[in-house]
């Protein structure tokens, strides 16, 4: 187990070099899905549309190198 862990810290590591940054309205929208609130809500929040919600999010996806909403907030808190 410790092995695993040790080897995920790693991956994290390296991963933590070749991201690109984040621009704050992507840390924004984080933080909406870090409080649980959906697409609709977090445009609702930002006073933005859903669609662009959707957008950033892809975004964020692809800079941290994540695929799920979940795997989003174990890399952003990282």
Do not use: W, Y
Not at 36 to 49: C, F, H, R, V
């Amino acid at each position: 187990m410790e092995r695993l862990c040790q080897q995920v810290q790693a991956q994290h590591s390296s991963l933590a070099v070749r991201r690109e940054p984040l621009t704050a309205r992507e840390h924004e929208i984080i933080r909406g899905v870090q409080q649980g609130l959906m697409n609709k809500e977090i445009a609702t929040q930002l006073s933005i549309s859903d669609k662009t919600v959707k957008t950033h999010l892809s975004t964020i996806f692809r800079k941290l190198q994540v695929r799920q909403r979940g795997h989003l907030l174990s890399t952003a808190l990282t």
